[in-house]
């Protein structure tokens, strides 16, 4: 069975530090690989996805994240944070096989920038 | 913006009353899903749907039903709900083979 395991309930970092959220995976084959955010009261929106190819990818807002096999793990990076970044974020794992998108979410880690 | 419309949005209803919560879809996607958000268990499949009259369970489905009649709009029904069925409720939509899912806003349901 896939899962997500997302190690930090809570994260709080200064605007303009630098911001690493871990997410370990667990999945038999190459998974798919998500990392969505979520503001209060909104619903989740998708920073960036892993399919195949190149192990770094970027996203939107800056976002980065690296798919490291030898360790299970996709985290989240971004160099300078923004007060406006201040939300949840949710690390998801799929697989490839069917076609459709049974996504395993992680339990989400909070992120708080401070002034 | 994927054309998914959750309602309602908000909806507070006592132990054993039946609650229906409705997707709609203005884009005609074959694949939907029905996830649960609780604190300190992320997101979980409920029930997902492959096309009109085809849906299979997810991780959480025990106590739910999805009815979709319609490519456009799938239901999720709680019979008899409980206040373990308390949650937000969030739907979403898949394009064929791309994996990502596009969510709704999201219903928010209190039992008491």
């Known amino acids: 069975a896939q899962s997500v395991t997302q190690p930090d309930i809570h994260i709080t970092v200064s605007e303009g530090a630098s911001l690493e959220l871990r997410c370990n995976y667990s999945?038999?084959?190459?998974?798919?690989l998500f990392w969505y955010v979520q503001s209060p009261g909104q619903g989740l929106q998708l920073l960036l996805k892993?399919?195949?190819?190149?192990?770094l990818v970027q996203g939107i807002k800056g976002f980065e994240a690296e798919f490291k096999r030898s360790q299970s793990s996709f985290n989240l990076r971004k160099p300078s944070v923004h007060w406006s970044d201040a939300a949840e974020y949710f690390c998801?794992?799929?697989?490839?096989?069917?076609?459709?998108?049974?996504?395993?979410f992680g339990t989400g880690t909070r992120l708080q920038v401070t002034l | 913006d994927a054309g998914i419309t959750q309602s309602p949005r908000h909806k507070v209803t006592e132990t054993g009353t039946p609650v229906t919560l409705r997707c709609h879809q203005t884009?005609?996607?074959?694949?939907m899903y029905w996830y649960r958000q609780d604190p300190g268990h992320g997101l979980r499949l409920i029930h997902y749907s492959y096309g009109v009259k085809d849906t299979d369970k997810g991780e959480v489905s025990d106590g739910y039903s999805v009815s979709r009649s319609k490519t456009e709009d799938f239901l999720l029904t709680l019979e008899s709900a409980t206040s373990s069925q308390t949650s937000v409720y969030f739907c979403?939509?898949?394009?064929?083979?791309?994996?990502?899912?596009?969510f709704g806003e999201g219903s928010r349901l209190t039992v008491l």
């Open positions: 884009e005609n996607h074959r694949y």
């Open positions: 979403a939509i898949s394009i064929y083979q791309n994996k990502e899912l596009f």
């Open positions: 999945y038999g084959a190459t998974p798919y």
């Open positions: 998801a794992v799929g697989g490839h096989t069917g076609t459709a998108s049974k996504l395993t």
């Open positions: 892993y399919f195949s190819g190149d192990t």
